[in-house]
């Protein structure tokens, strides 16, 4: 039963990765066209952000957790306040010392990948009596 659960728990990281990779790339997208487009970061981060919420919950919800049902999308929207404003404060550090905003965000993403797996399984998309 155990192995049954961790094979389960391996798979749904795994298409959250695949899923995720085609979420990131939409949204980093976005956020590369506000940059480009001379958008100070702060703007550029929810532009990205906003961009790719609303394709991010159907693709991830649908997808990896199994439900898109509209009372996650609280959770979902202060899940992305979150990341926002964890990412507006590190990427002023690290673009600190890669003075490139789009390389600073390039090298910010697998943290945020990581962090946006545990918050939203453990957080938004939990089942009924998970913790």
Known sequence: MSERLDLRRFRRFFIFLMV???NTL????????????????????????VAGMAFNF????????????PGRVPRFVGFYLLIYVANLEL??????????????QALLTPLFAVASYALLSKWVFRTAGAA
Request: hydrophobic share 55%; proline share 2%.
């Open 91 to 104: 990427i002023g550090i690290v673009d600190r010392y890669t003075h490139d905003a789009i390389i600073s």
């Open 58 to 69: 159907f693709t991830t919800g649908h997808f990896v957790f199994r439900d898109i049902s």
């Open 20 to 22: 995720g990779a085609l």
């Open 26 to 49: 939409f949204g980093f997208l976005a956020y590369a066209v506000f940059i480009v487009l001379h958008s100070p970061t702060w703007l550029a981060l929810i532009g990205g952000n």
